[in-house]
């Protein structure tokens, strides 16, 4: 359950922002609660054309809360836990994770079919030990590689060109197997049958500090449901969605948390509903 105080800091921040656009959705509410209340539900209530206005006002926020530079605050406590964890000298871990979409309004729409044969966006998550988000990148093609996505991200760009402005020389950020072994970016061992006992130890505890990543993508996706099928054909619309939901998700968790995280298996893996609704929706 979220406290009253961040329920209050929403409240607060997000009306006067975007009640002009509210207005014409649903009627006016003599108080706010009933009001805020029905804004938690906007998301299914709007029309699409009014979906996207909304949650650009929010998205227009990630300069504020999930900015490159957030990287260095969270460095110490962010190490001390992921110390805790069994894997030190740790800045965040990073992973990818497909946003099922419609077929996308763009030049080259099939680029956005996944190997699993349905429309999907690249989020690129890069969390501190507490399950935030410090950097996100939204919205490349499914049918991309992890690495690929990975490279074009800001944070794959300055540890290519200034590696040490944004990461301290002895400090790493974690990753699973998909993404290149930088001296900033560690990753398991390939399991090629062959492994020492102690590369099989390096990669459990790698993988135990990493799984942060994966919760805060399974709480995400929990507190976001429409993220399991994001009926928009904009990418610059779907950018804007799934941004803001990282933002509010930020804004929202709180450590002492208990969230249940939702375990979907294969994470590209597509609900049952996926086919249908391309098939029907999107062709």
Known sequence: ?????????????????????????????????????KFCILWSMSSLSTVPQNLKVISGWRCQVVPITYFLPVLQISRLEFAAAGFPNTVC?????????????????????????????????????????????????????????FRLTKVGRVLEEDPHSLVPQGMHIIGDSAYPLLPQLMRPYRDNGHLTARQRRFNRKLN???????????????????????????????????????????????????????DDGDDDEPP????????FLML
């Open 208 to 262: 135990a500090a990493r799984v942060v990543i994966e919760h805060a993508f399974g709480i995400l996706k929990s507190k976001f449901r429409r993220l399991q099928f994001l009926q928009m054909k904009s990418i610059s619309d779907i950018s804007s969605a799934v941004s803001a939901c990282c933002i509010l998700h930020n804004l929202c968790l709180e450590p002492g948390d208990q969230v249940v995280v939702i």
């Open 272 to 279: 049952p509903h996926i086919f249908f609704c391309q098939h």
């Open 93 to 149: 871990a990073v992973d990818g994770c497909h946003i099922p979409i419609m077929r996308p309004h763009c030049d080259n729409p099939l680029a956005y079919l996944n190997r699993k044969q349905f429309y999907s966006v690249i989020l690129t998550g890069f969390c501190d030990s507490q399950r935030r988000f410090c950097h996100i990148s939204v919205g490349h093609p499914g049918s991309w590689h992890d690495a690929r996505a």
């Open 1 to 37: 359950m979220y406290s009253v105080s961040i329920f209050l800091f929403l409240l607060f921040r997000m009306v006067p922002k975007i009640l002009p656009f509210v207005e014409h959705v649903v009627p006016p509410y003599s108080h706010y609660l009933e009001w805020f209340q």
